[in-house]
């Protein structure tokens, strides 16, 4: 059997996709008029993060705006490939959180971040829809050429971490889609489009009912390591290492804990 899992043909284009307005944090629209806590002008902290990470960064920008009376943080969260490219080509941002070493390193290679930090692990699981309509119950059932299977592109890391644990189960998978970010992967499960996907363990806790997770072994061989950088042009630097210090904080490490993340 080849060493080679599956080759994705499909290569997605790393493209500068500058969205027109970056998600905020909460509900509505933060206010910007408001002072800042130092009586100056208000401020916005950009952090891009990968999109693993979009329940628990949001909550913790929203603790982080609280105690930053007339700051807004907003979000850019996507595949970490493509945000590391945006970085790279002079997308304004404060911090990046990747979901793989990997893809921080193009950011830093380039001296664009400062020594990033491990915040948390994330392992992958199997996620099926609801009441598990074909019957999927390992990995060796993905390879069944009637499984219809959602996968990440592999130059992204959730990609990267399901031909690291195919590999180690010896399986070769043709999957009928490939995303380019995790979300996106396991929106396919939510509407019953694919029978499984490999996802995140946090993404299928935050899916609640709408899918179901199904653990398997070879995830111990494709553990995915997420740092954390301030950018070294960051428009908001002092506010940029305020918000690394907050992931890396107690009440950091509860938000993400909680949402099913491993504590490095």
């Given at each position: 059997?080849?060493?080679?899992?599956?080759?994705?043909?499909?290569?997605?284009?790393?493209?500068?996709?500058?969205?027109?307005?970056?998600?905020?944090?909460?509900?509505?629209?933060?206010?910007?008029?408001?002072?800042?806590?130092?009586?100056?002008?208000?401020?916005?902290?950009?952090?891009?993060?990968?999109?693993?990470?979009?329940?628990?960064?949001?909550?913790?920008?929203?603790?982080?705006?609280a105690?930053?009376?007339?700051?807004?943080?907003?979000?850019?969260?996507?595949?970490?490939?493509?945000?590391?490219?945006?970085?790279?080509q002079?997308?304004?941002?404060?911090?990046?959180?990747?979901?793989?070493?990997?893809?921080m390193?193009?950011?830093?290679?380039?001296?664009?971040?400062?020594?990033?930090t491990t915040?948390?692990?994330?392992r992958?699981?199997?996620?099926?829809?609801?009441?598990?309509?074909?019957?999927?119950?390992?990995?060796?059932?993905?390879?069944?050429?009637?499984?219809?299977?959602?996968?990440?592109?592999?130059?992204?890391?959730?990609?990267?971490?399901?031909?690291?644990?195919?590999?180690?189960?010896?399986?070769t998978?043709?999957?009928?889609?490939?995303?380019q970010?995790?979300?996106?992967?396991?929106t396919?499960?939510?509407?019953?489009?694919?029978?499984?996907?490999?996802?995140?363990?946090?993404?299928?806790?935050?899916?609640?009912?709408?899918?179901?997770?199904?653990?398997?072994?070879e995830?111990?061989?494709?553990?995915?390591?997420?740092p954390?950088?301030?950018?070294?042009?960051?428009?908001?630097?002092?506010?940029?290492?305020?918000?690394?210090?907050?992931?890396?904080?107690?009440?950091?490490?509860?938000?993400?804990?909680?949402?099913?993340?491993?504590?490095?």
């Open positions: 059997m080849s060493r080679r899992l599956f080759r994705w043909a499909v290569a997605a284009p790393l493209a500068l996709v500058l969205a027109a307005g970056l998600t905020g944090c909460g509900s509505g629209t933060a206010d910007t008029s408001a002072p800042a806590s130092s009586g100056g002008a208000a401020k916005t902290l950009t952090v891009f993060a990968a999109a693993s990470l979009t329940g628990t960064f949001t909550e913790l920008g929203t603790a982080f705006e105690a930053h009376p007339g700051t807004t943080v907003k979000f850019n969260f996507g595949s970490s490939a493509t945000l590391a490219q945006q970085i790279t002079d997308a304004p941002a404060d911090v990046f959180a990747a979901a793989s070493p990997a893809t390193k193009t950011v830093t290679d380039a001296s664009l971040a400062g020594q990033p915040f948390v692990r994330n992958l699981e199997i996620a099926v829809p609801a009441g598990n309509p074909a019957k999927v119950n390992g990995l060796k059932d993905l390879a069944d050429p009637q499984t219809k299977v959602a996968l990440c592109a592999e130059q992204v890391p959730c990609g990267a971490a399901a031909v690291k644990a195919l590999d180690a189960a010896g399986l998978v043709t999957p009928v889609t490939l995303e970010d995790v979300k996106a992967t396991l396919k499960v939510e509407l019953g489009e694919v029978d499984a996907a490999l996802v995140y363990k946090t993404d299928v806790i935050a899916a609640g009912d709408k899918v179901q997770g199904i653990s398997f072994p995830a111990e061989k494709a553990i995915n390591d997420y954390i950088a301030a950018l070294t042009k960051a428009p908001a630097g002092d506010l940029a290492k305020e918000f690394v210090d907050l992931v890396l904080s107690p009440q950091g490490r509860d938000v993400l804990t909680k949402a099913g993340f491993d504590a490095p």
